[in-house]
């Protein structure tokens, strides 16, 4: 199973940006997903996790209201549409699934993507 995430750069305050990841080797349609970021110094957190149909989902305080995440089963597909960046969402951004129930922990996820560098100047 391997998962890709893409879409980082660098971008101003205020501007948005959309990270995508796709899984291949197995089928995503049963796994609940999730968005991390570990920013320098600093451990990873959780951004955002949605159930295996998308019907919950569930967003850090930090990013609620500027982030959305998505799922498209059919293509095997996460992304994560940030709006408003600010300077502190600098970090990398790391997606991730599991098989088990939708957590906000990193143990709560079997496989991880390498992360995309996501920078916000100010």
């Known amino acids: 199973v391997q998962l890709q995430a893409f879409g980082g750069g660098l971008v101003q305050a205020g501007d948005s940006l959309k990270l995508s990841c796709t899984v291949s080797g197995r089928t995503i349609r049963t796994d609940a997903m999730g968005w991390f970021r570990q920013a320098p110094g600093k451990e990873r957190e959780f951004i955002a996790a949605?159930?295996?149909?998308?019907?919950?989902?569930y967003y850090a305080d930090s990013v609620k209201g500027r982030f959305t995440i998505s799922r498209d089963n059919a293509k095997n597909t996460i992304s994560l549409q940030m709006y408003s960046l600010k300077p502190e969402d600098t970090a990398v951004y790391y997606c991730?699934?599991?098989?088990?129930?939708?957590?906000?922990?990193?143990?709560?996820?079997?496989?991880w993507g390498q992360g995309t560098q996501v920078t916000v100047s100010s």
């Open positions: 991730a699934s599991t098989r088990t129930k939708l957590g906000f922990t990193d143990d709560a996820y079997a496989y």
């Open positions: 949605i159930s295996w149909s998308g019907g919950n989902i």
